[in-house]
């Protein structure tokens, strides 16, 4: 299945609130927050991108417009297109050559992405 918003080859910055918006947990945190997204959706929790170098961060790609006026904890980073901001989430494609970055979770279906009440209420009794 071809989902528009993931390159063919290579990996393409995607504008944060269009196709989706993302929340990244940089280190191990967002190798932690993975996890536990995992634990929690059993089977397949939404996309989420792995990052190899750098921040080494994780970024759960969830609904557009989900992100804005929610109180993160303050490790979290969020992505979106909120009155006067503009994001860019980095997206690798499904195979080939994309270091630094890798799906944790690939997409499966174009409007399927990581649950944000689910991923913010984890995010919290993660990080409290």
């Given at each position: 299945m071809k989902i528009a918003?993931?390159?063919d080859s290579g990996f393409h910055l995607r504008k944060a609130g269009v196709q989706f918006d993302a929340v990244r947990v940089d280190g191990?945190?967002?190798r932690r927050l993975?996890?536990?997204m995992e634990e929690i959706i059993v089977g397949e929790?939404?996309?989420m991108v792995a990052e190899a170098s750098g921040r080494r961060g994780v970024y759960f790609l969830v609904p557009?417009?989900?992100t804005a006026h929610r109180p993160w904890p303050r490790e979290v980073t969020t992505f979106n297109s909120e009155t006067g901001r503009i994001s860019y989430v980095?997206?690798?494609a499904l195979e080939?050559?994309?270091w630094p970055l890798l799906w944790r979770n690939p997409p499966t279906s174009p409007g399927r992405f990581v649950h944000t009440l689910i991923?913010?209420?984890a995010a919290y009794d993660l990080f409290r």
């Open positions: 918003w993931v390159p191990e945190d967002g993975a996890r536990r929790p939404g996309p557009p417009g989900s980095p997206v690798p080939g050559r994309t991923l913010f209420n």
